[in-house]
Each structure stands twice: as C-alpha cells, then as structure tokens.
Nanobody
Framework: QVQLVESGGGLVQAGGSLRLSCAASGSIFSFNAMGWYRQAPGKQRVLVATLTSGGSTNYADSGKGRFTISRDNAKNTVYLQMNSLKPEDTAVYYC??????????????WGQGTQVTVSS
C-alpha cells in the first residue's frame, strides 16, 4: 500500500515562502513521476509541478520562476519550495505519485492534502 504524507502547509503573508514535503512509503524511484497539485475552493484540482524519476521537471505557468520541485532520494521525499507567494496560491496542495507500465494502466496515488493560505 502506497502512502504519501504531506507536511509544511500553513498561513503566510503575501511575498512569503513555504516548503511543502511529501514523504513516500517506498522508494520514489518506483514511480514514473511525483508531483504537486492544488485545489482552490470551488475549483478543480490542477497541476502545480511534476518531477519524473529521470529528473525532468514541469511547472504550471502560475508557478514558473517562483516554485521549485526537488527530491531527497535517501528520504524518499519530494519537496515543493514556494517563494513570492500570492493570495491566489491559496489552496489545498496534494502530493501525487503514479506508476504506469509500458502498455498501461496508470495507477495514481494521492496524499491527504495540506492547506496553504496566503494573506494579502
């Protein structure tokens, strides 16, 4: 059973920083990729950033230049460093990991979510 445990959310003023952590129950290299998504009240869950097992990163336009996704292989943990936070970054942030074979299917795993609130 895969478990993803997030931490690091909280309340911060606009312009501040937070670092989210996602600890996986097994080796992060067992996943094709890990990433962060967020869901604001009344909105759909959207991609924030992803990091593949090969080290490639992808960011949503909203976070480019402000957010950085990284990992600590020894700790089986993925991080999301968020700088220059804006009120519109307020959301529940979810850690995601997935496995997909060459011919599928894809299995997604999710953390419980951590609240990030940015005050103006």
């Amino acid at each position: 059973q895969v478990q993803l445990v997030e931490s690091g959310g909280g309340l911060v003023q606009a312009g501040g920083s937070l670092r989210l952590s996602c600890a996986a129950s097994g080796s992060i290299f067992s996943f094709n990729a890990m990433g962060w998504y967020r869901q604001a009240p009344g909105k759909q869950r959207v991609l924030v950033a992803t990091l593949t097992s090969g080290g490639s990163t992808n960011y949503a336009d909203s976070g480019k230049g402000r957010f950085t996704i990284s990992r600590d292989n020894a700790k089986n943990t993925v991080y999301l460093q968020m700088n220059s936070l804006k009120p519109e970054d307020t959301a529940v942030y979810y850690c995601n990991a997935y496995r997909e074979g060459l011919y599928g299917p894809r299995y997604d795993y999710w953390g419980q979510g951590t609240q990030v609130t940015v005050s103006s």
